[in-house]
């Protein structure tokens, strides 16, 4: 990728020169968030694990059977408008056609041309939440948090421990600038006083 | 009814006409409940923050303190007060994908 450039007028995000292995881990998000790993987020406990009363038993019950149709809608609305936008990707500055052939998973895509992918300010908060729950997934199926020490570590873990380490890694960096967004639209005061009412 | 209290009373069949027992009341109302909010390796300090401010209505600096107990203590209770309230919270939380949960205040 050229570069990640935020509009500070509107909020927009744009992703200047996109590559084809950038665009395939982004167009893996779906199949990504939704593989092992992916229940912590999707069907959350809303109580202490080792609570096993009956009024933790009857909240979970609940809780499955109302809170957790209305997340998993939530959070495929996300990974949706993600995919629209990446749909709806121009080619980039160096102007050539995408060659389509991303290739199994594990295999590298044929590297052809950029693009440059829009992220209108309404969705910049649906990628933020798509590309948690890709890394939310990959950490709890890999368990990617541990420090790589020495760096050349890596390369004594699995190539599938390698590849989720990478897609991980890059969805976080995709992070920062949307975070950026979201603290100086989020429309909160930028000061240490609580509006809360609950206080 | 939510919150109500319920006390059972029965009469004693051994004791003198009149006499009432009174079990204990069945729910303990006016408990408050507290929103718990659980570290995890994945959501950022700056996104724990914003989350908290947007949910809860706190200033930056609360919402920093908060998080950092999060962040060092492995959780944090950042809200305690009726439960279906505390239930609501915690919804919007999994909502944002934070590990959160509600227990009795003080347990």
Known sequence: MKSIQINLENGDVELIGMDAIEL???????????????????????MDPGDDSPEARDLRDDWMNLVVPELLDHFDAQISKVAADLDARVPGECGDEFLVGFGDHGELPELGGHCNVRI?????????????????????RYDLSGEIEPVGALETQSPAWRQAWFHSRFY??????????????????????????FD | MPGAQI?????DPQGEPGTVVLDAPRTRTGVPWSVIIHDDPVN????????????????????????????????????????????????????AQLQASLERAGE
């Not at chain 2, 724990?48 to 203590?73: P, Q």
Request: net charge neutral.
């Open chain 1, 120 to 140: 209108p300010r309404e969705h910049v908060e649906d990628w933020y939440g798509a590309l948690n729950q890709a890394r939310l997934a990959l950490d709890a």
């Open chain 1, 24 to 46: 395939a881990m982004l167009e893996r998000l779906s199949g990504v968030s939704r593989d092992k790993g992916s229940d912590r987020f999707l069907q959350p406990d809303p």
């Open chain 2, 44 to 95: 950022t300090i700056d996104y724990v923050v914003l989350t908290i401010r947007r949910i809860f209505g706190y200033g930056k600096d609360k919402a920093f303190k908060l998080t950092m107990e999060v962040h060092h203590k492995g959780r944090s209770a950042v809200w305690a007060g009726a439960k279906e309230k505390a239930e609501m919270f915690v919804h919007q939380l999994h909502a």
């Open chain 1, 172 to 197: 976080g960096m995709l992070q920062m600038p949307l975070m950026e967004v979201m603290q100086r639209f989020s429309g909160l005061p930028d000061d240490g006083e609580s509006r809360s009412p």
């Open chain 2, 7 to 11: 006390m059972c009373i029965a009469i």
